[in-house]
């Protein structure tokens, strides 16, 4: 077998020595070091064989009322009839409506999970998954699993990735993929915030920024939407 070439920029025996002096420093092993870089590499990996996906955000919760599940589960068996791959956090909630109407719609049902003391069991829906240990990592799978985002309602973490994805299109470390938001009865307060405080009163984003994510009603706005922004090319495939 030919030596393999070395492309970092530094040695693996510096790689070492670094790893074991950061390790020193910051009471962290080396063993989670590289428990860190393998779900990286694995991560990548399972996401690689998905070309066309959509990634669908929402509650894990039940809080929601029963119209919120339905619209999830609408969307996402629409979704997974025109080929689209779902792809949530593997959850139970809205993830598990888009998940289950994937399933029942014989697509590809996706979860990439987190291991968490409550909540977050892998729902029976979800036919391949990946489940993380570390937050951060699991983050940049769901950032970079997809070409368009569909988000339902939430709590702390779907506003978490939403927040995300936009700060990703706004910097342009993502190229312009579809950012929805569906209900505007949970949305609207956030994007007039969004419009009357950070835009006109604070000057903290520009007027562009606010035409990164889009406002919709219903499953069948964000389907027509979606099919408008094929045709047009706004969809990075």
């Given at each position: 077998?030919?030596?393999?070439?070395?492309?970092?920029?530094?040695?693996?025996?510096?790689?070492?020595?670094?790893?074991?002096?950061?390790?020193?420093?910051?009471?962290?092993?080396?063993?989670?070091?590289?428990?860190?870089?393998?779900?990286?590499?694995?991560?990548?990996?399972?996401?690689?064989?998905?070309?066309?996906?959509?990634?669908?955000?929402?509650?894990?919760?039940?809080?929601?009322?029963?119209d919120v599940y339905k619209q999830a589960h609408l969307l996402a068996g629409r979704l997974?009839?025109?080929?689209?791959?779902?792809?949530?956090?593997?959850?139970?909630?809205?993830?598990?409506?888009?998940?289950?109407?994937?399933?029942?719609?014989?697509g590809q049902s996706v979860g990439i999970n987190i291991k968490l003391k409550h909540e977050?069991?892998?729902?029976?829906?979800?036919?391949?998954?990946?489940?993380?240990?570390?937050?951060?990592?699991?983050?940049?799978?769901?950032?970079?699993?997809?070409?368009?985002?569909?988000?339902?309602?939430?709590?702390?973490?779907?506003?978490?990735?939403?927040?995300?994805?936009?700060?990703?299109?706004?910097?342009?470390?993502?190229?312009?993929?579809?950012?929805?938001?569906?209900?505007?009865?949970?949305?609207?307060?956030?994007?007039?915030?969004?419009?009357?405080?950070?835009?006109?009163?604070?000057?903290?984003?520009?007027?562009?920024?606010?035409?990164?994510?889009?406002l919709v009603d219903s499953a069948d706005e964000a389907y027509q939407l979606i099919e408008?922004?094929?045709?047009?090319?706004?969809?990075?495939?």
């Amino acid at each position: 077998m030919p030596k393999q070439k070395n492309i970092l920029p530094i040695s693996r025996a510096q790689i070492e020595y670094l790893l074991k002096e950061y390790s020193k420093e910051n009471h962290v092993s080396v063993d989670e070091i590289y428990a860190i870089m393998l779900e990286f590499i694995s991560g990548f990996e399972f996401l690689r064989q998905y070309k066309k996906a959509v990634s669908i955000y929402g509650s894990a919760r039940s809080g929601f009322s029963d119209d919120v599940y339905k619209q999830a589960h609408l969307l996402a068996g629409r979704l997974a009839k025109d080929d689209f791959t779902i792809i949530t956090g593997g959850g139970p909630g809205i993830m598990e409506a888009a998940n289950r109407g994937a399933k029942e719609a014989g697509g590809q049902s996706v979860g990439i999970n987190i291991k968490l003391k409550h909540e977050q069991k892998v729902n029976p829906y979800v036919d391949q998954s990946r489940e993380f240990e570390h937050f951060f990592v699991r983050k940049i799978m769901l950032s970079f699993a997809s070409q368009i985002y569909v988000f339902f309602p939430g709590g702390f973490g779907t506003l978490d990735e939403l927040f995300e994805m936009v700060m990703l299109v706004q910097t342009e470390k993502v190229p312009r993929i579809p950012i929805i938001l569906v209900g505007k009865k949970y949305w609207n307060p956030l994007v007039v915030w969004i419009e009357e405080v950070l835009y006109k009163k604070d000057s903290a984003i520009d007027k562009e920024d606010l035409e990164i994510y889009h406002l919709v009603d219903s499953a069948d706005e964000a389907y027509q939407l979606i099919e408008k922004l094929i045709k047009e090319g706004k969809v990075p495939f």
